[in-house]
C-alpha cells in the first residue's frame, strides 16, 4: 500500500504480453513537459555501505519507464526513495516539483511496493473503500467495483486479504494502488504470484494508466514486457548504468 496508508497499528475508519493493446506507451499522450520524476546525485547510504550512487534522472510526465537489474541492483531502494519510505541520504529527488515526503508528492503519486502491507482486519472491499476515501474518491462503486471484478476478486471481496494466498494478495495490493486518483505510478515486481490471466490484466491496468497520461516507472525481472514501455534503465551495484529507449534495453539487460 502506499506510503501515507500503510498501517500504524490502529485500524482506520483496479492476451498475451506481447500484444500491442497492452503495451503502457505513453509518450503519445503527455499532458505537459515539466518533468514527473527529478533526481540531482541521488544517494542512499548504510553507513559505510552504498546502496544507491550519484543517480541523476529526469522522468517527463506522461513517459512509461521500466527498471531492470539483478537483486541488490539497486531499483527496489530508488524507487523506495521516490516513494518517501526510505530517507534520501545523499542529493535531491522531487515528485511533481516537491520533496518525496511532502503532503503534495503524496496526493501525486500512488506506490506498489514488491512486498505490499495490507491491513489484517479490513477486507478487501474495506481497504478499497478506505483508499478511495482517503483520496478523495467516492470510496464505493464505479472503479472499486471494476477492479474488483477485472482482478478476479469479486468472490473475495469481503474476505480478509490476510487468508490469503500471495497471488491474491498481490491482485489486492493492485487493487489498492489503482483505486485511487494519481499522476505517478511507482511499481516494484508487479508480476509476483500472478498466474497468467492475472498478469494479463496487470500489463492492460498498466497501459490504461498511460494512456491517462499518468507516469509510470516500474521495476521487474520480466524481460518479456520491456519493449511494452517507453524508456528503460538499468541499475548495478547502485548505479545508473543505462538509459535507453525501452526497444534498445535488451542489448543492456544483465546475463543470468
Request: hydrophobic share 35%; aromatic share 4%.
Amino acid at each position: 500500500m502506499e506510503d501515507d496508508h500503510e498501517p500504524s497499528g490502529t485500524t482506520p475508519e483496479r492476451s498475451d504480453h506481447g500484444v500491442a493493446r497492452t503495451a503502457p506507451k505513453a509518450s503519445r499522450r503527455k499532458r505537459r513537459t515539466a518533468p514527473m520524476v527529478e533526481t540531482e546525485e541521488l544517494e542512499k547510504s548504510y553507513g559505510d555501505i552504498v546502496a544507491l550512487a550519484e543517480i541523476d534522472l529526469e522522468v517527463p510526465t506522461g513517459e512509461a519507464v521500466v527498471l531492470v537489474g539483478h537483486n541488490g541492483s539497486g531499483k527496489s531502494t530508488l524507487l523506495g526513495m521516490l516513494a518517501g519510505t526510505l530517507e534520501v541520504t545523499g542529493g535531491s529527488a522531487s515528485i511533481a516539483g516537491n520533496p518525496p515526503d511532502s503532503v503534495e508528492a503524496r496526493r501525486a503519486r500512488s506506490w506498489l511496493p514488491d512486498n505490499p502491507v495490507l491491513y489484517d482486519d479490513l477486507t478487501v472491499d474495506e481497504h478499497l473503500s478506505y483508499v478511495s476515501r482517503l483520496h478523495g474518491g467516492p470510496g464505493q462503486g464505479g472503479r472499486i467495483d471494476e477492479l474488483i471484478e477485472r482482478l478476479g476478486l469479486s468472490e473475495r471481496r469481503d474476505d480478509l486479504p490476510s487468508q490469503f494466498s500471495r497471488g491474491l494478495r498481490q491482485k489486492t495490493a493492485i487493487a489498492v494502488a489503482l483505486c485511487r486518483p494519481f499522476e505517478l505510478l511507482l511499481v516494484d515486481e508487479p508480476f509476483v504470484g500472478l498466474d497468467a490471466q492475472g498478469r494479463e490484466t496487470m500489463l492492460e491496468l498498466l497501459a490504461e494508466a498511460a494512456a491517462d497520461g499518468a507516469t509510470l516507472m516500474v521495476a521487474t525481472h520480466d524481460p518479456q514486457v520491456i519493449d511494452q514501455f517507453d524508456r528503460g534503465l538499468v541499475l548495478s551495484n547502485g548505479e545508473l548504468v543505462a538509459d535507453c529507449e525501452a526497444s534498445a534495453l535488451h542489448d543492456h539487460l544483465p546475463s543470468n
